[in-house]
């Protein structure tokens, strides 16, 4: 079975600083991740995923995710955050094949003060 | 907007009735997937459709039954609804079943039961 871990469930941080949200995965499989975002009051929107390819995954707004298979992580971080990226923040796992479940993790609250 | 559309935005019933939730997908998408939100316990996969056929099931009650019908839109039936199964249901859509696709989120129901 796969799971995820979000290891923050809050994340208060100041407008401009740098931001780190944590996930890691348990899987036995090759895996597919993704960051989901949901603003308030609004459904989840896709932010990056990660399926092959380069480990480093960007999204147009500025946030980045790094898939470590050693380490079964897929940090997202941004450099420098604004106001309007206060929203909570799920990542989710998948498995290659037959197995189409997507688990998300219990999300994390990024609230970004001025 | 997403394009996924869901009915009814809110809905506030008692213990022990029977709700009808339904989702129309994005134009295009055969997959539809329902998930419930709630604060103990997270966002939980609960079914998916493709094309009318039940494709992978989750953490789904057996008082909820779902179906998708030939013009791709879904229902989410709840009955002898309890307390606890207030929450906020999600749908989304996808183009195909694959876990690597991308699924677009509609705005929600919010179900409250009292």
Redesign the interface.
């Known amino acids: 079975a796969q799971s995820v871990t979000q290891l923050d469930s809050q994340v208060p941080v100041f407008e401009e600083a740098p931001v780190e949200l944590r996930c890691n995965y348990s899987s036995s499989v090759s895996v597919?991740l993704f960051w989901?975002v949901q603003y308030p009051n609004?459904?989840?929107?896709?932010l990056l995923?990660y399926?092959s390819g380069s480990t480093l995954v960007k999204s147009i707004n500025g946030f980045e995710a790094e898939f470590n298979k050693s380490q079964t992580s897929f940090h997202l971080r941004k450099p420098s955050v604004h106001i309007s990226d206060t929203a909570e923040y799920?990542c989710a796992v998948?498995?290659?094949g037959s197995?189409?479940?997507?688990?998300?993790?219990?999300?994390t609250l990024l609230t970004v003060n001025p | 907007d997403s394009g996924v559309t869901q009915t009814p935005k809110h809905l506030i019933t008692a213990t022990g009735q029977r709700v009808t939730l339904r989702c129309s997908p994005r134009s295009g998408d055969l997959s539809v997937y329902w998930y419930q939100q709630s604060l103990d316990q997270g966002l939980q996969f609960l079914i998916q459709y493709y094309n009318g056929e039940e494709r992978a099931k989750g953490n789904i009650l057996e008082r909820f039954s779902a179906q998708q019908f030939p013009d791709l839109h879904s229902e989410l039936n709840l009955s002898s609804l309890e307390l606890g199964d207030s929450a906020l249901y999600f749908c989304a859509s996808s183009v195909g079943s694959g876990g690597w696709y991308e699924q677009y989120f509609g705005p929600g129901t919010r179900l409250t039961v009292t």
């Open positions: 597919y989901y609004q459904g989840l929107q896709l995923k399926l799920f998948t498995r290659g197995n189409y479940k997507l688990t998300f993790g219990k999300g």
